[in-house]
């Protein structure tokens, strides 16, 4: 079967990765209203193209905190790769460096930061953090990244618990006895939804943690998360070098804004003092646009990542990437931009229903 655009990716992978899989990476939040807003947003933003300009030379490129990537499309973090392929976050990293862009590394990789870094050697990678209870530990999480030549930090600010997904509940989910999350070996067992994974995050987590992390680390701190105006501010105020308005792909907070919906309200707030990406719902190049429209630098993708190295590995993830490119550089053609900095606001407007 050819695979012409991301749902054909998702068919394929609904199909042939084992169901509690399948389902710990399709999970949403309760009723998933959050998840599925995420993409149903972008079909309530409609474009205003403008004709007869010069489109017959194009340039997709951007810069993420002054490193250029070939497109603004990066990896969004997420966890246990091996569910998908065998090698995991290895085929994803060598992938992101095929395709000149950024993969943010999770804490909850099933490969180590050492394995990763050594399959795609000079590839731009920024590492996730969660902040555990055990602070000595993300202590040596940052320290190694930072010492591995990761470009940045992510901060995840949305989970000082796990949301409740109910398939996994139901399914007990645990990662298979070969399966490891090899950064954190012998911290913890890991079920997902015990009890136990619980108390390993540190829910008394706040702003003044930003204080200590600078205190630990060089590297640009990014907080991903954020979806007010009000925590766009602080974040600001706290001095991160980047927001990714998140809301952990549907998996959280039910009932929270989509992020394309929460996107407007942060970019306003920040006012260009730091940058502002956003993930969750991207399915198609016209998303992309719409994103950087509304004042987005780059968007990451997560669940799609996941879909492509269940068809193929890194080959399977480049032909994702290679599809949003193309789509992208198309939706800006059509839409009558020739460069990134041709989009703006006046490209879109939001239905009237």
């Known amino acids: 079967m050819a695979m012409v655009c991301l749902s054909d990716f998702e068919a394929y992978a609904k199909k042939y990765l084992p169901k509690i899989a399948w389902d710990f990476f399709a999970a949403g939040a309760d009723d998933c209203i959050t998840r599925d807003e995420n993409i149903l947003a972008y079909k309530r933003i409609h474009f205003r193209p403008r004709m007869l300009q010069d489109v017959s030379v194009m340039d997709i490129r951007t810069k993420l905190l ?46 180590t930061l050492e394995e990763i870094s050594a399959a795609a050697p000079g590839g731009l990678r920024w590492f996730q953090l969660y902040i555990h209870r055990n602070r000595a530990l993300s202590q040596q999480l940052v320290r190694r990244a930072e010492a591995l030549g990761f ?59 930003i204080y200590w992390l600078r205190s630990l680390t060089h590297l640009p701190i990014i907080i991903k998360g954020i979806l007010t105006k009000e925590d766009a501010e602080l974040a600001v105020r706290h001095g991160v070098q980047g927001i990714i308005v ?44 719409k994103a950087l429209a509304l ?38 053609a059509l839409a009558g931009c020739a460069s990134i900095s041709e989009i703006g606001q006046h490209l879109v407007q939001f239905s009237k229903l």
Request: glycine fraction near 12%; charge should be negative; charged fraction near 20%.
């Open 66 to 111: 002054g490193t250029e990537i070939s497109f603004p499309v990066g990896i969004a973090p997420t966890g246990f790769h091996q569910l998908a392929w065998p090698d995991g976050e290895k085929s994803t990293a060598r992938a992101a460096r095929a395709m000149g862009t950024c993969y943010i590394t999770s804490t909850y990789s099933t490969c």
């Open 295 to 332: 004042g987005a630098k780059c968007v990451f993708i997560g669940r799609p990542v996941l879909w492509g190295l269940a068809y193929k590995g890194e080959e399977g993830l480049q032909e994702v990437l290679r599809i949003l490119q193309d789509e992208f550089r198309l939706s800006m």
């Open 151 to 209: 470009q940045g930090l992510v901060l995840t600010a949305d989970l000082p618990y796990t949301g409740k997904r109910r398939d996994d509940v139901r399914n007990g989910f645990c990662l298979p006895p070969h399966i490891k999350l090899k950064n954190l070996e012998g911290a913890f067992e890991v079920c997902k939804m015990n009890p136990a994974f619980h108390s390993v995050l540190d829910p008394s987590v706040t702003w003044k943690d």
């Open 246 to 289: 998140s809301n952990h792909g549907g998996r959280q907070l039910d009932g929270a804004p989509a992020t394309v919906d929460a996107l407007v309200e942060v970019v306003e707030a920040v006012q260009g003092r730091v940058e502002v990406y956003l993930d969750g719902g991207i399915r198609k190049g016209s998303d992309i646009l």
